[in-house]
């Protein structure tokens, strides 16, 4: 997938009723075809993470976590994980094909 392309789309949601990301990519000898949303705000609300530096990062603010399914499973696909620098890091398990963890090739 292209990158420029994922972080705008990104970033429109994160300002945008247009809540939803679709994102198709293969890995695996498979294509993956994802429908994502942000999760639920409130599970992150007034979290604070302390960095190395002694920094605190308030997660509301600056990440946006996505869940969703495979557009082939609707029903038996999850999917979650965040896009950072317009490349998506995070898990999609799948009753037919198990459990995948995905982060950007280098």
């Given at each position: 997938?292209?990158?420029?392309?994922?972080?705008?789309?990104?970033?429109?949601?994160?300002?945008?009723?247009?809540?939803?990301i679709?994102?198709?990519?293969?890995?695996?000898?498979?294509?993956?075809?994802?429908?994502?949303?942000?999760?639920?705000?409130?599970?992150?609300?007034?979290?604070?993470?302390?960095?190395?530096?002694?920094?605190?990062?308030?997660?509301?603010?600056?990440?946006?976590?996505?869940?969703?399914?495979?557009?082939?499973?609707?029903?038996?696909?999850?999917?979650?994980?965040?896009?950072?620098?317009?490349?998506?890091?995070?898990t999609?398990?799948?009753?037919?094909?198990?459990?995948?963890?995905?982060?950007?090739?280098?």
């Amino acid at each position: 997938y292209n990158r420029n392309s994922l972080n705008e789309r990104h970033a429109r949601v994160r300002r945008s009723l247009d809540n939803q990301i679709n994102l198709n990519f293969f890995s695996n000898g498979r294509e993956f075809k994802l429908r994502l949303r942000p999760a639920d705000r409130h599970s992150f609300a007034n979290k604070l993470v302390e960095v190395e530096d002694k920094n605190k990062l308030d997660l509301d603010k600056i990440i946006t976590f996505y869940e969703g399914y495979l557009l082939d499973e609707p029903d038996s696909s999850f999917a979650s994980g965040s896009i950072i620098d317009g490349a998506f890091y995070g898990t999609i398990s799948s009753k037919k094909n198990g459990k995948f963890f995905i982060e950007p090739s280098r």
